[in-house]
C-alpha cells in the first residue's frame, strides 16, 4: 500500500467523525505488520476530557483485534497545519510500535512523515 492509500483511507475514516464540541474531524489509517489496516475516527464526548483521538481509535481496534505490530499510520485533518498526533497518543502508539512511521496530512493531501520516535524519544517505560 502506498502513502497516498493509507492518507485516503484516513481521510474516508475522518469523515465519520463526531465531533459536536471541537467541530474538527480526524482521521487515522493504521497499517499493521501484516498489511491489515483499521482505521479510527476521533470521538468526542460532552464530559471532554473523554474524548478519543482517531489515533487512539484505530490503535485500539488493532488490539482488541489482535494486531500490536505496527509499520505506519496516517493522520488526516481538513486543516491548515500538519495534524501531528497528540502526546497522549504518541506514548500510546509507542507503546507497540516506537519506530514506526507517521504521516500527517493537512488540508489538499500534503503530508510529512516522521519517526514515531523522533516525534517521542525516551518513551515512558518501566
Ligand atoms: N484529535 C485527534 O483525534 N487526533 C490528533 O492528532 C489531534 C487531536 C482530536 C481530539 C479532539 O476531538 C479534536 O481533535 C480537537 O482537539
Redesign the pocket.
Known amino acids: 500500500m502506498t502513502d497516498k492509500e493509507l492518507l485516503s483511507m484516513a481521510k474516508s475514516a475522518s469523515l465519520n467523525a463526531y465531533?459536536p464540541y471541537?467541530r474538527?474531524a480526524?482521521g487515522a489509517a493504521l497499517e499493521c505488520d501484516d498489511g491489515t489496516v483499521f482505521t479510527g475516527c476521533?470521538v468526542?464526548n460532552a464530559a471532554l476530557g473523554s474524548?478519543i483521538?482517531?489515533?487512539r481509535t484505530a490503535c485500539c481496534k488493532a488490539v482488541s483485534e489482535g494486531h500490536r505490530s505496527f509499520v505506519r499510520i496516517a493522520?488526516y485533518a481538513d486543516s491548515q497545519s500538519w495534524?501531528?498526533?497528540?502526546g497522549a497518543?504518541r506514548q500510546f502508539l509507542a507503546e507497540f510500535s516506537p519506530d514506526m512511521e507517521v504521516l500527517c496530512a493537512k488540508s489538499g493531501g500534503r503530508y510529512v512523515s516522521y519517526k514515531l520516535s523522533e516525534l517521542l524519544p525516551h518513551i515512558f517505560e518501566y
Do not use: K, R
Not at 495534524?83 to 497528540?86: E, I, N, R, Y
Open positions: 465531533v471541537s474538527f480526524v476521533n468526542e474524548t483521538c482517531a489515533e493522520i495534524c501531528t498526533p497528540c497518543c
